[in-house]
């Protein structure tokens, strides 16, 4: 019988030599079977199981091997590499002093202890990572923990936690999905799952798994967090949206100020927030704050081609022309539409008309002002800056004041003047069409023709306080 059992250990050790290690696992179980009392068969199978990767299973058997022998320092060193690969540094050095205890010479537990050590202060500087919401720092810190100790679910769901936190869903999806195929009822990663969708901005289908996860385990806070602030989140966007758009602008405004407060960590629908809270700030004609929360929802998502529209309307709303033309211009290279081709090339002219002199604010009008109301605001600016007016002024006020005489007479020359004003609003140069004649303009004879006479000059009457301005042959004007 004995000789049938040492035959069995024997041929495992035939099939772990050829790397054949599930042939190797059935003949240590048979060599087992036969005599459940020996140490080493149970330390065998433990060898081979952790090259199988079935590290808890393993972890039993090198428990059982050191049980019945205490002194077996190849059963406490391969308890505590289990117990180092499933994450548990503190376990696994206890296991290393005992064998340093037997050998304080070997080689092996010195170098292992150093590792579980090494798997302590990571964790360690990830969990404090985490508090600080240094999600970079706890991934690399997993990386390099993980690396020590590949079978620890906990160490990979936190690693897909913070990938999840870092908006990088597909690697976290992938890590959550690994485990669940091992263990479909693993709550961790249901939760993890069900974060990446919720930071995906599926609020439906994040919520399911939050469901799932508290199912699997009821206690798990993180789960139900989560759960409470995806259905909180939906609703109140859902609200804002349907007072928009009903056209109660003030309560959607407040309404997306309150979701935004509900998880700053959620990026996806807190920049589709900023952009909707930026919509009703524009139509309530807060168009800085508009602009705010537009940049806001870019920093968010540089992609969100939405967000990019409404603040380069926000900047053409608020002749901010050469911003607007810059979002304009990232819009089309992202989505060359004929639609988008339009927009850039209205805020490009818009630019291109604002450098030019700003004949409208000149005279003191609105874009659409009518003839008669070009014609009483021209009246009234060449008055206040005819240089007779300003003769016993400086020389330098004497200086602005004739400039700004010509630049109304250049005013009214396009705005009173149908065609000219066309191609001046259509941002057409109108030097290039020798409006002014190279630079020869008379501001005397428009302000002449305008009045009707030929010569005059103003008059200051010191008992009533004021300018007249006479021509020969008009009454004068009173200023």
């Known amino acids: 019988c004995s000789i049938l059992i040492f035959g069995f250990k024997e041929q495992g050790n035939v099939f772990y030599s050829k790397k054949d290690y599930s042939e190797a696992f059935n003949y240590y179980t048979k060599a087992i079977d036969a005599c459940p009392k020996n140490a080493s068969y149970y330390g065998n199978r433990a060898a081979t199981l952790m090259m199988l990767c079935r590290f808890r299973e393993a972890l039993e058997d090198s428990q059982q091997a050191v049980r019945l022998d205490d002194c077996f320092m190849k059963g406490h060193l391969r308890e505590g590499k289990c117990h180092l690969s499933l994450g548990n540094a503190m376990a696994a050095s206890r296991c290393f002093q005992k064998v340093l205890e037997l050998d304080p010479r070997s080689g092996d537990a010195q170098q292992e202890n150093k590792n579980a ?17 240094d999600f970079r720092k706890v991934v690399y810190c997993m990386d390099r923990a993980l690396a020590l100790a590949s079978a620890c679910h906990r160490f990979k769901i936190l690693k897909a936690e913070c990938l999840a936190l870092l908006g990088r869903y597909p690697e976290a999806q992938s890590v959550a999905s690994d485990i669940l195929r091992m263990d479909s009822t693993n709550a961790d990663a249901l939760y993890v799952r069900g974060l990446c969708l919720y930071y995906e901005d599926c609020i439906d289908k994040a919520v399911q ?15 139900r967090l989560a759960c409470r602030n995806a259905k909180a989140l939906k609703a109140k966007k859902e609200e804002g949206n349907h007072a928009f758009k009903n056209n109660n602008y003030e309560a959607a405004y407040q309404l997306y100020t309150e979701a935004l407060a509900i998880d700053p960590n959620n990026i996806k629908t807190n920049a589709k927030l900023y952009c909707n809270r930026a919509t009703a700030g524009a139509k309530l004609k807060k168009l800085n704050q508009a602009i705010e929360d537009c940049t806001s929802a870019i920093k968010l998502d540089d992609t969100y081609i939405k967000a990019y529209l409404r603040r380069a309307q926000c900047y053409m709303d608020t002749e901010q022309y050469e911003e607007a033309v810059r979002d304009y211009e990232k819009v089309y290279q992202t989505e060359k539409t004929s639609e988008h081709k339009h927009l850039l090339k209205t805020a490009q002219l818009e630019l291109k008309k604002s450098k030019r002199k700003d004949y409208y604010k000149v005279l003191g009008v609105g874009k659409n002002a009518t003839e008669d109301e070009i014609k009483k605001a021209y009246r009234k600016r060449a008055l206040m800056h005819h240089p007779d007016r300003h003769s016993a002024a400086t020389p330098e006020v004497q200086k602005e004041e004739e400039k700004k005489f010509k630049e109304v007479g250049e005013a009214f020359t396009v705005l009173s003047d149908p065609k000219k004003k066309v191609r001046y609003d259509n941002g057409h140069d109108l030097d290039d069409d020798g409006c002014f004649d190279g630079g020869d303009f008379d501001a005397n004879n428009i302000f002449r023709a305008f009045f009707g006479g030929h010569g005059g000059g103003f008059t200051f009457d ?10 020969h042959c008009r009454h004068p004007l009173v200023y």
């Open 117 to 133: 050590t090494a798997l302590l202060e990571f964790e360690q500087m990830a969990d404090f990572s985490f508090k600080k919401r």
């Open 209 to 223: 798994f939050f469901f799932q996860a508290l199912r699997m385990a009821p206690d798990h806070e993180k789960a």
């Open 462 to 471: 010191s008992s009533q306080g004021i300018f007249f301005f006479s021509f």
